[in-house]
């Protein structure tokens, strides 16, 4: 149920301290692999850590739209240009999935918009890159939702019911993403000389930044260890890279492009493919704020929401209108 | 912001007919017809759905999780509810 009014009446009843028994025996639920819903009793910090995670993951979707706006006009073609339209499509209602489940953990819809337009609140630092060529479009397809999937095919199970429904219905619409953005590669690839020297200067720059999706290092990583014992992570930030780089960089092979990474090699022995250092300075930069376009992000969004005003407020005039008339 | 939040609503999709309708998900919008429309772009965009219901979602009659043990507890003690209460003698067919 995701049902914002019962959920606050729910809150009403656990305020207080949690004590000791009622944190065992949460634990003890989700070691059970028992779906937490959301009007269950539920440790204070589970719910904030759930409120941040899933508040950031709707926030990416919808700033995520902008980098690939940018080529909806300039698509090479209809067909490209109709399924650019439908992945932003889906991105929007990514976001909206997600922003339902952040809900029913009772902090309001409004209230989390507000935190995005304020810049109080953080989305995934890879969306403050730019898209320069419609390569870029190829590579986002491929890297970034291909590393999207990682890290969320593990959610699906997550133990908060809410998040994981949504996830599974994410997910479903992912697959789509990534094999249009190979797709799109490919061609690039199979065509002229300049064609394919756009595929690969789109790889060299989206390749690190998208390792730097999955987080830092997991003896950096804060909130890790006790996301993993609530069972809302499911794998460590460094085991989901490592699954990343292992399937991509075939990929990469497969289209004939070089992965920028001069220590990439593969390991016989454990079958994984070792990999450069992350620039982590420049993970911290774009975190902070000082990416290439995080103010443009921030500002365009804005503005949309300020464009938008008028229509949000016709809209709540004729339902106030419509609303009396049936009274009367 | 707007000056007043939009009400949720519920949103239930049959997926063919023959299928009873499944709670989707949610979404806020100014009134019904906007959320019917909403429910379609937001949850049936790849043919998900048959028929969509939208329902406010402060308008849900629910039971509450912390009473769930003595909400369904009378049914608890009746097995003699399921058929694998009765024991049959060998031999007995097709019942």
């Known amino acids: 149920m995701y049902t914002q009014g019962l959920d606050q009446a729910g809150n009403d009843k656990q305020s207080g301290v949690e004590t000791a028994e009622q944190l065992a025996a949460f634990q003890k639920r989700v070691d059970a692999e028992e779906k ?59 976001g909206l999935y997600l922003y339902s489940a952040a809900e029913t953990l009772g902090v309001s819809r409004d209230q989390m918009v507000a935190d995005l337009l304020s810049g109080k609140a953080k989305y995934s630092s890879i969306f403050n890159y730019p898209t320069l060529t419609w390569a870029d479009i190829g590579a986002i397809g491929w890297l970034v939702d291909g590393a999207a999937i990682m890290n969320q095919i593990p959610l699906c199970r997550c133990s ?23 797709d799109i590669m490919l061609t690039l690839c199979r065509g002229t000389a300049a064609q394919k020297a756009m595929a690969q200067d789109a790889l060299n720059r989206w390749w690190w930044p998208s390792l730097m999706m999955f987080g830092p290092n997991d003896t950096e990583s804060k909130h890790s260890a006790q996301s993993m014992a609530w069972k809302i992570k499911r794998f460590s930030n460094d085991e989901l890279r490592q699954k990343f780089v292992d399937v991509t960089v075939q990929q990469a092979e497969f289209l004939g492009i070089r992965v920028p990474d001069d220590e990439l090699s593969f390991d016989p022995e454990s079958g994984h493919y070792t990999f450069g250092e ?40 004729y339902a106030s209108k419509q609303a009396a008339r049936a009274a009367a | ?81 399921h058929p694998t209460f009765y024991e049959i003698p060998e031999g007995v067919e097709n019942l």
């Open chain 1, 36 to 94: 937490i819903e959301a009007k269950d009793w539920m440790p204070e910090a589970y719910r904030r850590t759930l409120i941040r995670q899933i508040s950031q993951h709707a926030h990416s979707e919808i700033i995520g739209m902008q980098p690939e706006g940018n080529w909806l006009t300039r698509a090479p073609s209809l067909k490209r240009k109709a399924i650019l339209l439908a992945k932003v499509q889906d991105e929007a209602g990514h």
């Open chain 1, 160 to 182: 908060y019911g809410p998040y994981a429904r949504a996830m599974v219905r994410v997910c479903k619409e992912e697959s789509f993403h990534q094999r249009q953005g190979f």
């Open chain 1, 278 to 317: 992350i620039d982590w300075q420049e993970f911290i930069d774009v975190v902070a704020g000082n990416g290439p376009c995080n103010k443009q992000r921030l500002e365009k969004r804005q503005y949309a929401h300020n464009e938008g005003e008028w229509v949000r407020a016709a809209a709540q005039a």
């Open chain 2, 1 to 81: 912001m707007s000056k007043q939040e939009w009400p949720l609503y519920e949103v239930f999709i049959r997926s063919k007919a023959g299928l009873s309708h499944r709670h989707a998900g949610s979404l806020h919008a100014a009134d019904d017809q906007m959320a019917l429309s909403n429910a379609r772009d937001t949850y049936t965009r790849r043919s998900e759905g048959v028929s969509l219901w939208v329902v406010r979602s402060d308008r849900i009659v629910a039971s509450d999780p912390t009473e769930t043990s003595a909400f369904f507890e009378p049914a608890e003690d009746k097995i003699y509810r």
